[in-house]
């Protein structure tokens, strides 16, 4: 079993749309979550950080479910520029202090006039 | 604003040959770290630095070897490629890792990728 797991997609929807992601983490130790977004053939970039309360940021919600071990993303009013892969990222302390970013493999998102 | 820069941003090598990726960041970061890339996978991790002189192994080390003379470079270097090591590589780096890296919420930054074609 993968970490991190993420549904594929793609995720096709029309400009305006709501969209949700979700992404599953097998590790409890895990102690903080990131959504990265990823152009094609660019790098990953940060997109939010996902915080326990929850967070917002514009037309993007980050949501943490810690007892169920996901985490979520809400993009509203979909634009055309959202389209992307979002990676899902979780950070691990592991022995020494160290910490240990795990990448889900990504959501394609293609929106469409 | 350089960031992270990486080079070369497209190889096509031979089996058996060998190569370097070079990764410079002007941030000061103490971690650096590289990864790989491909298709219906999470980026991995290759192998990482804590600081000048330090290395150390990530996920998927055997074929790779880096080194980390100066604070600002990390080397990737393919001794002898094989197919399998086709990928996208990216180079990242943060400013420390550990608790503060945990809460600080930067995490860390990304090259713009290094595609790489082994035949």
């Known amino acids: 079993r993968k970490e991190v797991e993420q549904d594929p997609g793609p995720f096709n929807v029309p400009e305006g749309a709501t969209v949700a992601f979700n992404c599953t983490y097998s590790?409890?130790?895990?102690?903080?979550f990131f959504w990265y977004r990823q152009d094609c053939r660019k790098e990953p970039k940060l997109l939010m950080s996902?915080?326990?309360s929850g967070n917002e940021d514009g037309r993007f919600t980050a949501q943490l479910n810690r007892a169920s071990q996901y985490i979520s993303l809400l993009i509203r009013d979909s634009k055309l520029s959202d389209s992307a892969t979002y990676l899902c990222v979780v950070n691990i302390l592991i022995s020494g202090g160290y910490n240990k970013l795990i990448f889900g493999a990504g959501t394609r998102l293609a929106v469409h006039p | 604003n350089a960031g992270v820069t990486q080079t070369p941003k497209f190889r096509v090598l031979k089996t058996g040959q060998s190569m370097t990726l070079l990764c410079a960041q002007d941030m000061n970061h103490e971690y650096m770290y590289w990864y790989r890339q491909d298709p219906g996978m999470g980026l991995r991790l290759i192998h990482y630095?804590?600081?000048?002189?330090?290395?150390a192994k990530g996920e998927v080390p055997d074929g790779y070897n880096v080194s980390r003379l100066k604070k600002q470079n990390f080397l990737l270097g393919l001794e002898s490629a094989a197919p399998s090591q086709t990928s996208v590589y990216f180079c990242?780096?943060?400013?420390?890792?550990?608790?503060?890296?945990?809460?600080?919420?930067?995490?860390?930054?990304f090259g713009e990728g290094s595609w790489l074609t082994v035949v």
């Open positions: 996902v915080y326990s």
């Open positions: 990242a780096s943060s400013y420390s890792g550990g608790t503060l890296l945990l809460f600080s919420g930067n995490t860390i930054y």
């Open positions: 590790n409890s130790a895990s102690q903080s």
């Open positions: 630095s804590v600081g000048e002189g330090t290395t």
